[in-house]
């Protein structure tokens, strides 16, 4: 079985402080991914990675960074988190399986920013 | 632009049958998925379709028409542990997820 696991499933930080979301994936997957989730929205896609030191802008990567040092490991960093990034944030990993690429999820970290 | 719709809820009672409509304008397609998400928890993948025509899996079954830009969700038999919200992702021509904001499904006795 895939297993994502994310660092915290609850997060409360004050506006300015520097967030780090980490995310960790068990199946040697070369892809990762960082959404965040808000009511009556789709997942929004805020970056990607096809591989250790390589990432790739999704569709709202402002406000947001991302390191990944090493293969399995996947890191998102608010530099200074501001009230609007109050989200479920979910980290996800896949595997190139023809053209499936089926993503797999992590338990979310629900983020409150005050 | 890109856009994936789907009810934003629907109600069935325990027992019966509920389908799920997903439609879909993207660049390009390769592949529709459908994930299940229950409340607070992460979204677990359920079906994905690239040809035309139903895909049967145990009380559930997805259908995809590529012409009309179009699939379905079928859920039978439905429990109460099928109370969820159900998205509908589409594969674009650069291999991303395009995500619509989900069904809340709602089952009562």
């Known amino acids: 079985d895939v297993k994502v696991t994310q660092s915290s499933r609850y997060l409360v930080k004050r506006t300015g402080e520097k967030v780090f979301l980490e995310c960790v994936q068990d199946m040697d997957h070369e892809n990762m991914f960082w959404y965040r989730q808000d009511p009556g929205l789709g997942l929004r896609l805020i970056y990607f990675s096809y591989d250790v030191k390589m990432k790739e802008k999704g569709d709202i990567p402002e406000g947001y960074s991302v390191s990944r040092e090493k293969k399995e490991r996947f890191s998102l960093i608010l530099e200074s988190a501001s009230t609007n990034q109050t989200s479920m944030y979910l980290c996800?990993?896949?595997?190139?399986?023809?053209?499936?690429?089926?993503?797999?999820f992590g338990p979310g970290t629900r983020l409150t920013v005050l | 632009g890109q856009n994936i719709d789907q009810p934003t809820e629907m109600t069935a009672t325990e027992g019966a049958i509920v389908q799920i409509n997903c439609t879909y304008q993207t660049s390009g397609f390769n592949g529709l998925f459908w994930y299940q998400q229950h409340a607070g928890e992460a979204p677990t993948f359920l079906s994905y379709n690239v040809l035309d025509g139903l895909e049967e899996k145990g009380r559930f079954s997805s259908f995809l028409s590529r012409s009309k830009g179009y699939s379905y969700l079928l859920l039978k038999e439905l429990q109460m542990k099928d109370s969820a919200s159900y998205l509908c992702a589409v594969m674009d021509s650069n291999y991303q997820l395009i995500w619509g904001a989900g069904t809340k499904l709602i089952i009562k006795p």
């Open positions: 996800a990993s896949s595997a190139r399986e023809g053209q499936t690429d089926t993503q797999y």
